[in-house]
């Protein structure tokens, strides 16, 4: 009986492990669904020369996963456009759909709706840009950190386990 509650206490801590990486994963394919949705309202305003609110709800119909939320929950918003700024909208649409980044990556996308529909296009197109590529870096600093991270969880959760289990043997 001991025996199995030890080998259920190192389940558990590497269950919790599993856990913490599929968080991680989860990050790196919101980033690179994000990072899609950029490219698709950059596309929208620099080759059709869409206005915003069309350019948003055409990037959202080809949008995936999170871009695809964040442009849907922005353009729920567009009826308050008048009583509230678009930065505002944009901030509320990001703090509501982007709860998998971490706040630094939402920072970066909120400073970016502070530019959006407010200066020239060259100016939009810009600060597309450069949100994009600050995204796709931390998407590709974090894969790169994955499989070190991925035996370091492992390793701890289940070295966590097998304390558990022998400090209560």
Sequence with gaps: MRALGALLLVAGGFSFGICALREKRSRIAALRQIEGMLALLCAELELH???????????ARRADGMGRALLYELEAQFSRLGEASFAQLWTTAVSRTCVQLLPQERDELNRLGHSLGRYELSAQLLALHAC??????????????????RRLWLGLSAAAGAFLAILLL
């Design 132 to 149: 994009r590529a600050f995204l796709e870096e931390r998407r590709n600093g974090a894969e790169q950190a994955f499989p070190a991270e």
């Design 49 to 59: 020369e869409a206005p915003l609110p069309e350019a948003v709800s055409n990037a």
